[in-house]
Every structure is written in C-alpha cells, then in structure tokens.
C-alpha cells in the first residue's frame, strides 16, 4: 500500500486537507523534548536560583500557550478548540536534562499531534531562554511524538521511539 502525503494535491500543491467528513472523537496526543545543561544550571533551576525566575512555571505557561496557537505557526494545521494540555517536567539531574511531557486533548475530527509537539517544543525552548544567562552551551533535542490516540489511526497509537535518551 501506497502512503501518500496528506497535504498535497494531485498536481503536487499544498492543501489543507479535508477533514469535514471525519466523524468527532476524543484525540489525545503525548509528546516529549530535553534540554541538556551544564550540573552547575541545573543546580540553579534546582535551587529556583536563576536570574529569570521560576523557569518551569514560566516553561510550563508558554507550552500551554503554544499547544493553543499551533494553527497560527504551522501553516496547514486546523485551528481546534483545544480541552486540555498538560506540561510535566522531571529532572535528570545526574545526566543534567530537563525533560518535558506534554499532553494534548481534544474532541475534533483531527489530531492533536502538532499541538503536542509544539508544546514540548516551545517548553524547551523556554527553559533554554530562561538558563541561557548563566549557561550557553545547553541542548535542546529528543523532540519527539511518543502516543497518539483517537480518530481512524487508533490501532497504531503507540509510537516507536524511546523517551528521554539524549545526553549532553
């Protein structure tokens, strides 16, 4: 079978696809991304000690704020009322990574799996402002869409990808 990309037409245009048709059914999507840091600045986000303030707060607002303005940034995606998204960080304090899982829920007739990924992206990507005074050297990295769940594609929720494996 075939795979064809969802997003172009038959003459090889972009499109937005669709999606009238699709019966509405709960979605839900999980997503991940690390930010590796130097022990020192991991320490300091410990300790609440950065020159910026509570960085996952701050983190965890504009992960939030991102899953809601995904349609805004990525060009073919539907605009979705959005009913949930969680932003959970653990620290790995010994291999230095802040790693970040964000879950994306609505009742639509398409996905959420861009909504997720961008959470977890833009919550990196805050961290990574937040630090960067005391530490310049940090990664961001392991974006990665970990579950999906809801509409046709069900049976393949699970994604096959490891969650947190990089290292600075």
Known sequence: MKKEFSHLDEEGKARMVDVGGKPVTRRTARSSAQV????ETMQMLTERALPKGDVLAVARVAGIMAAK???????????????????????????????????VQVSGKTGVEMEALTAAAVAALTVYDMCKAVDKGMVIGDIA????????????????????????
């Open 145 to 168: 869409l970990l579950e999906k769940r809801g509409g046709s594609s069900d049976r393949d929720a699970q994604v096959d990808k490891p969650f947190f494996q990089g290292k600075r």
């Open 36 to 39: 590796v840091m130097a022990p």
């Open 69 to 103: 303005k995904t349609a805004s940034l990525i060009p073919m995606c539907h605009p979705l009322a959005i009913e949930h998204v969680s932003i959970d960080f653990s620290l790995d304090k010994e291999a230095g990574a802040v790693n970040i899982l964000a879950v």
